[in-house]
């Protein structure tokens, strides 16, 4: 089974950037697709970006498309989400997974319990 650790986050003004990452041990990324989720205060997790195990295809929800980037470094075995132009409402915890789709076609987390997350925090 793979192990995921999350880092990156700090505090940011809006239209700011940052980059998190996603460190993988236990097994290489190429085993699986991958993504971030977030979870603002009192709300549900919720998909962000996902990419696939070649790397090939990248998935996105509507609210960060064309502002943040996935990416992969297979030789690091790490994961990346590069957000650029932030806003207030990506204040969040961002938690990086291993992700499947339902049969609804949704992404979900397909590891059975979410890391610790690192905070972001975009301020007005």
């Known amino acids: 089974q793979v192990q995921l650790v999350e880092s990156g986050g700090g505090l940011v003004q809006a239209g700011g950037s940052l980059r998190l990452s996603c460190a993988a041990s236990g097994r290489t990324f190429s085993t699986y697709a991958t993504g971030w989720f977030r979870q603002a205060p009192e709300k549900e997790h919720e998909f962000v970006a996902a990419?696939?195990?070649?790397?090939?295809?990248?998935y996105y929800a509507d609210s960060v498309k064309g502002r943040f980037t996935i990416s992969r470094d297979y030789a690091k075995n790490t994961m990346f989400l590069q957000m650029n132009t932030l806003k207030p409402e990506d204040t969040a915890v961002y938690y990086c997974?291993?992700?499947?789709?339902?049969?609804?076609?949704?992404?979900?987390?397909?590891?059975?319990?979410w890391g610790k997350g690192t905070q972001v925090t975009v301020s007005s």
């Open positions: 990419i696939s195990r070649s790397g090939s295809s990248t």
């Open positions: 997974v291993v992700v499947s789709r339902n049969v609804k076609g949704q992404w979900e987390n397909g590891m059975d319990y």
